[in-house]
């Protein structure tokens, strides 16, 4: 067991607290069960009491996919009425989920050869790869320069899923539609662009509008679902109130803002990085990847703005995506149609009321979740129900939709993002066999796009997912919908086919 995790106290089932600083601060919200809380280690949990004691934090919880990440942990929420963070949102401005229900029964995809099909399809429409963008595939959508400014303004505006042959009608199933300025207008927006493209600090910004449409490396994939919506009746209202099919075929989504966000959350830190060691602030728990603005300066503005832009890409992107999987599920099995269940981000900084006061909550690997009543989801679909919370654990054991419950208040209304690393990229490739793990995908008759599955992002580099969601519901934050179970998955084959 970590070192820390003797200090946790219980105060539930699947809950307990961090105490800090002797007491004088309100402790850490640690969310997880007894076999949860072991996969913690010493440097995760020292990243989160860095957090807790950063200037301006308010709040901190650890949920239970939690693991080591810049800043502050992967699987953390932090709140502040006072500052902001570029560290708990991360370098992946908005890395998203989203869900693609179709109208196909599931022995749709029983035939291996109509799998292989669409995953061809789909390929030739979304690129997968660091670096790779439209010119990389044949049937993609252009997108040049002007369209890209615009989505970096506007986001998924009617006029820009209009032009990029996207249902304007799926704006409306976004946790955020679009992102505005730290002014909340869109002008503020289009004054930082014309700042960042005439100074020159964004000097790619032609070539990364030409990502939108991609899935890009790492752990963002695409994976055709099988829905098997709960027994129970709530489940059962949820998921037609949310848009799911039991025994229907869906699809599953996780990519974020590409190049794109990756340059101006990196503009951001390095900007940050400059003022603090200029003027000799000091780092929280001498990390700089815990640097921060306070609200209402220039520095906090300029990351607000930033932060704004990608994200509105990263919502454009999953948005076509979503178009193109449409179209390649129709080029293969012509008539199909398909809506979209929900698009839902676990890399923001969202302005938000914690403890009766105007915060920005910092979600980095966590997911928001409103139950049913909550004021934020007034006039929309799911008011009365709650939002859908897409949780992915790995392909052979699956994903989950889930919905919150009125517990999720402890943990500033959030969950995990999904099951969480147990194993580290370069561990996994030392340590796993990859035969081993290509026949498991064949026992498990999950097709992919790779010859050789990557290592790095093996089901066993990652948490027991059913432990981690077990933690979630003892927890009283969220009830399970729906599980969503692989029958093929795309990801980037470009490190492990070579």
Not at 148 to 163: D, H, L, P, T
Request: glycine share 10%.
């Amino acid at each position: 067991m970590a070192k820390h995790t003797n200090r946790l106290v219980s105060t539930g089932a699947a809950t307990s607290i961090l105490p800090v600083a002797d007491g004088k601060v309100k402790p850490i919200t640690v969310i997880g069960t007894e076999a949860i809380l072991d996969t913690f280690d010493d440097a995760t949990l020292q990243q989160v009491v860095n957090a807790r004691l950063a200037p301006g934090v308010d709040e901190v919880v650890l949920n239970p996919d939690a693991h080591i990440g810049y800043g502050a942990p992967i699987g953390c929420v932090m709140a502040s009425a006072s500052h902001i963070y570029p560290g708990p949102v991360g370098v992946d401005i908005k890395c998203s989920m989203s869900l693609l229900q179709l109208d196909l029964p599931e022995n749709e995809v029983l035939d291996r050869r109509t799998r292989r099909a669409v995953i061809e399809a789909i390929c030739e429409r979304t690129p997968t790869g660091a670096g790779r963008g439209q010119r990389s595939v044949r049937k993609s959508r252009h997108v040049g320069e002007p369209l890209g400014r615009r989505v970096a303004i506007e986001g998924a505006s009617q006029g820009v899923c209009e032009a990029m042959g996207v249902p304007a009608r799926w704006a409306t199933r976004c946790e955020d539609s679009f992102h505005l300025g730290h002014d909340e207008t869109r002008d503020a927006l289009g004054a930082r662009l014309d700042w960042l493209l005439h100074s020159g600090a964004f000097p790619k910004f032609r070539e990364k509008v030409t990502q939108l449409g991609s899935y890009g490396g790492g752990n963002h994939f695409g994976e055709c679902e099988v829905v098997e919506v709960g027994d129970d009746s709530r489940a059962k209202h949820c998921a037609e109130t949310f848009g799911l099919r039991d025994k229907h075929v869906a699809f599953l989504s996780h990519c974020g803002s590409r190049g794109f966000g990756h340059n101006l959350a990196m503009g951001q830190f390095q900007a940050l990085q400059r003022k603090f060691d200029r003027w000799g602030i000091e780092y929280p728990g001498n990390d700089r990847h815990l640097c921060y603005a306070p609200l209402g300066t220039p520095e906090a503005n300029a990351y607000i703005d930033d932060m704004s832009m990608g994200a509105n890409f990263a919502t454009v992107n999953h948005l076509l995506i979503n178009a193109l999987v449409l179209e390649a599920f129709q080029e293969v099995i012509p008539g199909v149609s398909g809506e979209l269940v929900y698009l839902i981000s676990h890399n923001i900084a969202r302005k938000e009321i914690v403890n009766n006061r105007p915060s920005w909550v910092m979600r980095k690997g966590a997911t928001r979740a409103f139950p049913g009543g909550h004021y934020a989801l007034k006039d929309t679909p799911f008011a009365k129900s709650g939002h859908p919370i897409l949780l992915p654990g790995d392909p052979q054991r699956g994903s989950a939709v889930m919905v919150a419950d009125k517990g999720a208040e402890i943990s500033c209304y959030s969950v995990n993002h999904g099951a969480g690393r147990v194993m580290g990229r370069k561990a996994a490739i030392r340590s796993l066999d990859q035969k081993s793990i290509n026949a498991s995908f064949e026992t498990c008759d999950i097709m992919t796009n790779c010859r050789n599955y990557p290592m790095d992002e093996a089901p066993a580099v990652y948490k027991d997912f059913d432990e981690v969601l077990r933690s979630v519901k003892l927890a009283g934050l969220a009830s399970e919908v729906a599980r969503l179970k692989a029958r093929f998955v795309i990801k980037d084959a470009s490190a492990a086919d070579d």
